[in-house]
């Protein structure tokens, strides 16, 4: 949670904006293992971060996915939002903006962030319990998406 003054004096907690990003290449998509010392360390993620001041949520896709992988990316699209203020292994209540998009050159290496990026064919993925946060379920929400179920973008119910 983000403590913020206001103008009146008073005290309140906001929440985080994020982007997580399901980055694709031939019929792939890119995960990261996260670092140890991260939150959910050592297992898969989507490539993703919080929001910086006067960033736009596209211009954090793009950031956070050349940061942590090197990849510059192109065709973002938002697939969801998440705001339940209640998801799994995580109490900073983020606001989750879902995007996929396609790499189109590797033009640098990853940061720290990531202990290892790996390609993953879509049916192929690290087990549930191996994936950092609620990271599956996005993939499984742009699976649906590929099969024609549903309609972008895809707002949460909680």
């Known amino acids: 949670m983000i403590t913020c003054v206001f103008e009146d004096g008073g005290k309140g907690k906001l929440r985080h904006v994020v ?16 670092s140890p010392n991260l939150l959910e360390g050592g297992k898969w993620g989507l490539i993703g971060g919080y929001a910086e001041r006067d960033e736009t949520i596209v211009g954090t896709v793009g950031r956070e996915v050349m940061e942590e992988t090197g990849w510059a990316v192109e065709n973002i ?13 995580e109490d900073r209540q983020n606001v989750v903006f879902v995007y996929f998009c396609d790499a189109t050159k590797k033009v640098g290496e990853a940061d720290d962030e990531s202990e290892e990026v790996k390609w993953f064919v879509l049916d192929k993925l690290p087990s549930k319990e191996q994936i950092a946060f609620d990271h599956a379920e996005h993939i499984e929400l742009y699976k649906q998406y590929l099969e024609g179920d549903v309609k972008l973008p895809i707002m949460s119910k909680g």
Do not use: E
């Open 19 to 34: 982007a997580d990003t399901i980055v694709l290449k031939d019929d792939k998509i890119l995960m990261v293992k996260r």
């Open 77 to 89: 699209t938002l697939l969801a939002i998440v705001d339940n203020p209640d998801r799994a292994n």
